[in-house]
């Protein structure tokens, strides 16, 4: 495999030393997805309505719109880490396993991007609008 | 990589008999890159209708609440419960316990159990709100 020699190195086989962060990470990410996505469960499942005036009103608060978009981050972050895992293991070919995880990476940073402009949007214009 | 065909592998994948903590392991993977895709972006259509007007949160309710949006919302938190489940069953697992056959097999049997009576429980409070 190429672990130990210097060669092996060079052509980027073996360990890159990134693997203990990208686990730890994955763990501290799950305990921030499990609080803040059942909160989200919660708070949605026990709302009056979830009519465009209600749901604008209930993001524009600040103790919502914060958590809101830290749960964007945090399960952004996990899902990319472990997106990078699945397609570390199914997709053999090393070019197109470049392809795929920059393709991951574009839409991670693209979609936490939209959710958190959307809530900073409504979280500054107000309910009303 | 490049691998010596005269030299045989290992058979890992198909001597084991099939058992619930290999199906377990698999639907950890199928619903969190399922929540990856059609979960994630299910709320990032939310949050950005709701960012853009009433048309277009009157658009994203008409297709949520229709037969086949409930379906997929259903599903995706069916998928939440379960990943969520078979995740705090990693943290265990990642402490160095719950590896004896019998527990292990106990709680692969158990998690998709309670993650149905999870989202059943969370529709049948939505739905008894509605009436």
């Known amino acids: 495999m190429g672990n130990g020699t210097g060669i092996g190195r060079v052509r980027g086989l073996g360990s890159a030393r990134h693997g203990a962060g990208h686990w730890l990470t994955h763990r501290y990410t799950s305990v921030s997805n499990l609080l803040l996505v059942l909160w989200l469960i919660f708070s949605l499942a026990t709302m009056p309505g979830l009519d465009y005036e209600s749901v604008r009103s209930w993001i524009a608060n600040p103790l919502v719109a914060v958590p809101l978009m830290l749960m964007l981050v945090s399960v952004f972050w996990h899902l990319r880490l472990g997106m990078q895992v699945m397609l570390e293991d199914y997709v053999h070919d090393k070019g197109l396993n470049f392809f795929a995880i920059l393709i991951l990476n574009f839409y991670t940073i693209a979609g936490a991007a939209a959710g958190i402009f959307a809530i900073a949007k409504i979280a500054f214009e107000g309910a009303a609008s | ?131």
């Open chain 2, 1 to 131: 990589m490049a691998r010596n065909r005269s030299r045989p592998l290992s058979p890992h994948l198909t001597i084991w008999k099939w058992g619930p903590h290999m199906a377990i392991s698999i639907l950890h993977r199928v619903t969190g890159n399922g929540l990856a895709t059609a979960g994630v972006m299910g709320v990032i259509w939310w949050l950005m209708a709701a960012a853009t007007g009433p048309e277009a949160y009157a658009a994203f309710i008409q297709c949520a609440t229709s037969p086949v949006g409930y379906l997929v919302m259903i599903g995706i938190s069916w998928f939440f419960f379960q990943h969520m489940m078979s995740g705090i069953r990693h943290w265990v697992l990642d402490m160095g316990a719950g590896y004896e056959l019998h527990t292990n097999k106990t709680w692969s049997l158990v998690i998709p159990v309670l993650s149905t009576l999870a989202t059943i429980a969370l529709w049948a409070t939505i739905f008894a709100g509605k009436i």
